[in-house]
């Protein structure tokens, strides 16, 4: 099983980054899809959700309006736009596979995501 995130990296202010999470190893369309983050000294976020087809996604109020997150079951990845960036978005971004029928959850190694000018 693998969930290999890409895309991160330095961007400024108000900036954009594109986040995108290849799986491999398991049937990526029978599990929910999330992105989380933890900035230095602080708790790991649940950024966004979405549903195994795609069709229902959850954005926490900090990331609502800004970032949007997608999925593509015929390439098993999932995605994060990120709009608007903000200093406070400056934080390792995980990906993260869940089943709560099977209780089996994969997580991604994280990547690096820095807003600053």
């Known amino acids: 099983v693998q969930l290999v995130e890409s895309g991160a990296g330095l961007a400024q202010p108000g900036g954009s980054l594109r986040l995108s999470c290849a799986a491999s190893?398991?049937?990526?369309?029978?599990?929910?899809m999330r992105w989380y983050r933890q900035a230095p000294g602080k708790e790991r976020e649940l950024v966004a959700t979405?549903?195994?087809?795609?069709?229902?996604?959850v954005h926490a109020d900090s990331v609502k309006g800004r970032f949007t997150i997608s999925r593509d079951n015929a390439k098993n990845t999932v995605y994060l736009q990120m709009n608007s960036l903000k200093p406070e978005d400056t934080a390792v971004y995980y990906c993260?596979?869940?089943?709560?029928?099977?209780?089996?959850?994969?997580w991604g190694q994280g990547t690096q995501v820095t807003v600053s000018s």
């Open positions: 190893g398991f049937t990526f369309s029978n599990y929910i």
């Open positions: 993260n596979a869940i089943n709560f029928a099977s209780y089996q959850q994969f």
């Open positions: 979405i549903t195994r087809g795609g069709g229902s996604t």
